[in-house]
């Protein structure tokens, strides 16, 4: 399989943007977290099993592995397979015990350390997810950039798809139509948006549907984050099968 990288992203043309809008919506979900309280990080998320605190826990460790993936880099003899670390569902769940004042600083501290990390990424290099994907450095902040949003969505405070603003919904649109553990879970279909960005997703079939419209709302469809009633309201096959 094709190594996943920028060069395969077309849509993103310009890394000093990029970097820039990762900071905005970084500043974005921080800005909501800040007003939730102890009480509320405990409550139900949009994710099936998970509390708000589980995905502010889940963002910090994804830091924490990325950050721990580029210092493996930086040591690795050459040949040597990199693999991003695990995420272990018991430092998750020791992580969502913290209070809301643990959380929102975890959450600010691993993003600005991140952020510094991106940073200074050279020279680049390959490594291995944990569902075997290829993947290249140049792309871990769309990476970052697709966690930061999409779990956003997913804290139920406010934030939905349609707050998904050009050119980061065609970023992700793309991104995700190339990730197997998103395009393999969709529904049988065909997508065409917007801006262009066309791919086939789901089970390979003759008679797919073709679903097209705004980059954000077939972001919102393909990855689940959006309600049935307005899968079909956009013409697509509705999901529920949250990567």
């Given amino acids: 399989m ?3 990288g920028l060069r395969r992203l077309t849509s993103v043309t ?9 900071l905005e919506e970084t500043s974005k979900l921080l800005g909501d977290t800040i007003a939730i309280s102890d009480e509320d990080w405990q409550k139900p998320s949009l994710l099936p099993g998970w509390t708000r605190a589980h995905i502010a826990a889940h963002l910090a460790i994804h830091a924490e592995n990325t950050m721990q993936l580029v210092r493996d880099a930086r040591v690795a003899p050459p040949g040597y397979q990199l693999r991003m670390p695990r995420q272990s569902s018991e430092a998750l769940e020791r992580a969502s015990e913290r209070s809301a004042l643990e959380l929102q600083v975890a ?3 691993t993003a600005g350390q991140l952020n510094q990390c991106l940073q200074s990424i050279c020279p680049s290099f390959t490594f291995q997810t944990a569902d075997g994907l290829t993947v290249s450095s140049d792309i871990l902040t769309v990476l970052r950039l697709n966690e930061t949003v999409l779990h956003h969505i997913d804290l139920g405070c406010g934030q939905t798809i349609d707050d998904v603003s050009q050119p980061v919904a065609t970023w992700l649109l793309e991104l995700n139509t190339l990730l197997p553990s998103v395009r ?6 065909r997508i065409v948006s917007d801006s262009g960005i066309e791919a086939q997703v789901g089970p ?4 797919a549907p073709t679903v097209t419209g705004p980059d954000n709302l077939l972001l919102g469809w393909l990855t689940g984050r959006m309600s049935q009633e307005r899968m079909l309201e956009l013409g697509a096959p509705p999901h529920d099968n949250l990567p």
């Fill in 14 to 22: 310009n890394f000093t943007e990029l970097a820039k809008h990762k």
């Fill in 2 to 4: 094709e190594t996943l």
């Fill in 107 to 109: 959450l600010d501290t």
């Fill in 204 to 207: 390979d079939r003759i008679s």
């Fill in 184 to 189: 393999q879970n969709a529904p049988a279909a």
